[in-house]
T-cell receptor, first 112, second 110 residues
Framework: DGGITQSPKYLFRKEGQNVTLSCEQN?????MYWYRQDPGQGLRLIYY???????QKGDIAEGYSVSREKKESFPLTVTSAQKNPTAFYLC???????????FGEGSRLTVL | QKEVEQNSGPLSVPEGAIASLNCTYS??????FFWYRQYSGKSPELIMS????GDKEDGRFTAQLNKASQYVSLLIRDSQPSDSATYLC??????????FGSGTRLSIRP
């Protein structure tokens, strides 16, 4: 089935550790996105990428890093520099000519 | 700052009635508009896309767009308890950026 796969679904991290969230899509979409959602809040854009080997910062990129070495993959690293990393992280890919965005199931990160 | 504004709710509607959700946007360059449904603890799901002025119907859902007023709405007819969720409005303009509203929480009461 075509779709977006995020892993892990749940992740616990100790303070000071970096963690990497995986996002893979087989929809052949060029653009991919990472959002953060805090309880009761809207979506905030972390990073996005329109083509391989290129990406742009979103509104809250500090403390995060990404790579786009393959069209299908857009992993997000939450570094120890991110002060409040506990959140629900959503990966998405976009049909560029329509703007339709499709989401993975999300990864819930908890810092202990 | 380009924005999409929604009333946060909660909006409470009796089962079987019409739920009306509203959204305004600030960027006149926005070309495409979307409604996403998000159940608690889950990821958003695209339920409606609208690209031109007027109404677009899909089953019990109708999206309405008025570019002159910079206004988008979603009507849900014959509301069901399963429609209880947060509804996110989004606008897409150039540079591949999509702007989301903060969402309206809808509750359908039996």
């Amino acid at each position: 089935d075509g779709g977006i796969t995020q892993s892990p679904k749940y992740l616990f991290r100790k303070e000071g550790q970096n963690v990497t969230l995986s996002c893979e899509q087989n929809l052949n979409h060029d653009a991919m996105y990472w959002y953060r959602q805090d309880p009761g809040q809207g979506l905030r854009l972390i990073y996005y990428s329109q083509i391989v080997n290129d990406f742009q910062k979103g509104d809250i990129a500090e403390g995060y890093s990404v790579s786009r070495e393959k069209k299908e993959s857009f992993p997000l690293t939450v570094t120890s520099a991110q002060k409040n990393p506990t959140a629900f992280y959503l990966c998405a890919s976009m049909v560029l000519n329509t703007g339709e965005l499709f989401f993975g199931e999300g990864s819930r990160l908890t810092v202990l | 700052q380009k924005e999409v504004e929604q009333n946060s709710g909660p909006l409470s509607v009796p089962e079987g009635a019409i739920a009306s959700l509203n959204c305004t946007y600030s960027d006149r360059g926005s070309q495409s508009f979307f409604w996403y449904r998000q159940y608690s603890g889950k990821s958003p799901e695209l339920i409606m896309s609208i690209y031109s002025n007027g109404d677009k119907e899909d089953g019990r859902f109708t999206a309405q767009l008025n570019k002159a007023s910079q206004y988008v709405s979603l009507l849900i007819r014959d509301s069901q308890p399963s429609d209880s969720a947060t509804y996110l409005c989004a606008a897409y303009s150039s540079a591949s950026k999509i702007i989301f509203g903060s969402g309206t929480r809808l509750s359908i009461r039996p």
